[in-house]
């Protein structure tokens, strides 16, 4: 897979994250749980690294972190000086979750504030060096987690997944209005789980029904990024902490999500701008 083109990384020079080293940060959000969000940070992630940028991936699910899972990942982060974590990396991609922290089979039974004061942590007390890009797999909903992030990390955008059908899309739009009312901008819509090809017919059974993420994104004049299929091979990679972008590069699947990336990527540069967190206004 070709590198990013040189004339789109020397624009890439936002210090907006407010991270040391961190040039941009970017949110995967879904409305609600079960759409393939995690797995889409995951593969989304390794789609930067696998354009030639300086990739990393925050966990900021709290009380279900996939991230040390999806990448094959086990063990604590070595603490370095000054009261810093180091993050674990696998893939080219620099990881941090909670799940390094806690055991395994651990219930969260978290308030709020140290919900918020998890999250702040791993943003400013790990070491992640230089980062072109640092993609945050937030959990699902519209709660602390995510205006924790758009007051603590300034975000160059958010990316919606949701998978195609009526219910999944009625809590994505919970999702896109928290973030205009934030004022982070929507760098687009994927539609996960957007239909299963049989391996043996090769007929495309459309499971969840078909192209609604598609309609919501050109209603509302969000960018459309691509759908994602129902594949074997995306859950079995997943679940073997071999994501498909990092162990078949040249599949059909992989090459969708580096093209997502790649269109994530032209955004950011050209209408990414430094700005002051937010005020979150409780009306």
């Given at each position: 897979m070709s590198a990013v083109p040189p004339d789109l990384r020397a624009r890439a020079t936002s210090k907006a994250s407010g991270i040391p080293g961190v040039k941009h940060v970017v949110a995967v959000a879904s409305g609600k749980g079960g759409v393939g969000k995690s797995t889409t940070s995951c593969n989304l992630a390794l789609g930067f690294a696998a354009m030639g940028l300086k990739a990393g991936i925050l966990d900021a699910d709290i009380y279900g972190p996939s991230q040390p899972k999806l990448f094959g990942l086990r063990g604590k982060p070595r603490q370095i000086g000054g009261g810093m974590l180091e993050p674990m990396e696998r893939f080219g991609v620099k990881v941090m979750s909670i799940g390094f922290l806690v055991e395994e089979d651990l219930a969260m039974i978290w308030r709020g504030a140290m919900v918020i004061q998890a999250i702040t942590q791993m943003l400013h007390q790990v070491a992640w060096g230089e980062l072109d890009i640092l993609v945050v797999d937030l959990p699902p909903g519209t709660g602390d987690a995510q205006l924790t992030m758009a007051q603590q990390a300034p975000l160059a955008g958010a990316l919606i997944v949701s998978t195609p059908q009526d219910l999944a899309l009625i809590d994505a739009r919970r999702a896109i209005a928290m973030f205009d009312k934030v004022k982070i901008p929507i760098l687009g819509l994927i539609e996960n789980m957007s239909g299963f090809c049989c391996p043996a017919c090769n007929q495309v059974?459309?499971?969840?029904?078909?192209?609604?993420?598609?309609?919501?994104?050109?209603?509302?004049?969000?960018?459309?990024?691509?759908?994602?299929?129902?594949?074997?091979g995306i859950r079995a990679t997943s679940d073997e902490g071999r994501p498909i972008v990092a162990i078949e590069p040249d599949s059909a699947h992989a090459i969708r999500y580096v093209g997502i990336a790649r269109g994530i990527w032209s955004a950011i540069v050209s209408g990414a701008a430094s700005r002051p967190p937010p005020r979150i206004v409780i009306e």
């Open positions: 059974t459309p499971i969840f029904g078909h192209g609604g993420a598609r309609h919501e994104a050109e209603t509302r004049g969000i960018p459309w990024l691509g759908g994602i299929p129902l594949d074997i």
